[in-house]
T-cell receptor
Framework: GENVEQHPSTLSVQEGDSAVIKCTYSDSASNYFPWYKQELGKGPQLIID?????GEKKDQRIAVTLNKTAKHFSLHITETQPEDSAVYFCAAGTGGFKTIFGAGTRLFVKA | EAQVTQNPRYLITVTGKKLTVTCSQN?????MSWYRQDPGLGLRQIYYSMNVEVTDKGDVPEGYKVSRKEKRNFPLILESPSPNQTSLYFC???????????FGQGTRLTVV
């Protein structure tokens, strides 16, 4: 069936460094790829998304890249800050009407 | 304030005792979903609804039921809960499937 694989499961970086999280998806009909941030005790919140007709999108310190041929998309966070510490999820909408999430990446930013 | 409201936030119940987790959104969204979150497994979609009276199975629908009689409400029903349904549950809504999803605060369910 459809799936989304996310790596790494845990990522620890020094404040000011960059963080990269990678996801691959299986359904070639997927067209929408959001990234969510989940802070402790809260529901996930969208931080950035990208559609299949775009290769890259940037919003201040956050960027997402998409390679449809390889079925691969990545989240890049530059100049990380302690408040970036959270769990990050990638997701992909399938060719049907489901949404599949990755298993999540726990990001630690050390001050 | 635009929001998705789930109730209850915490629930401890016994095996076999029917329960309902309510979900309501005030954004006039068409698409609503239920997810369960388990350590190491991320968010897995249980059921989704494209609009009123249209629902379909996600990846882990066994043991759950839903209904969508009104656009704003999408309750999750566990007819006979079992311990393997102990989890953190999230309801979400969006304009359609491929737009930003707004999540509720979550319901932590324990089945003993």
């Amino acid at each position: 069936g459809e799936n989304v694989e996310q790596h790494p499961s845990t990522l620890s970086v020094q404040e000011g460094d960059s963080a990269v999280i990678k996801c691959t998806y299986s359904d070639s009909a997927s067209n929408y790829f959001p990234w969510y941030k989940q802070e402790l005790g809260k529901g996930p919140q969208l931080i950035i998304d990208i559609r299949s007709n775009v290769g890259e999108k940037k919003d201040q310190r956050i960027a997402v890249t998409l390679n449809k041929t390889a079925k691969h998309f990545s989240l890049h966070i530059t100049e990380t800050q302690p408040e970036d510490s959270a769990v990050y999820f990638c997701a992909a909408g399938t060719g049907g009407f489901k949404t599949i999430f990755g298993a999540g990446t726990r990001l630690f930013v050390k001050a | 304030e635009a929001q998705v409201t789930q109730n209850p936030r915490y629930l401890i119940t016994v095996t076999g005792k029917k329960l309902t987790v309510t979900c309501s959104q005030n954004m006039n969204h068409e698409y609503m979903s239920w997810y369960r979150q388990d350590p190491g497994l991320g968010l897995r979609q249980i059921y989704y609804s494209m609009n009123v009276e249209v629902t379909d199975k996600g990846d882990v629908p066994e043991g759950y039921k839903v209904s969508r009689k009104e656009k704003r409400n999408f309750p999750l029903i566990l007819e006979s809960p079992s311990p393997n349904q102990t989890s953190l549950y999230f309801c979400a809504s969006s304009l359609d499937r491929d737009t930003e999803a707004f999540f509720g605060q979550g319901t932590r369910l324990t089945v003993v």
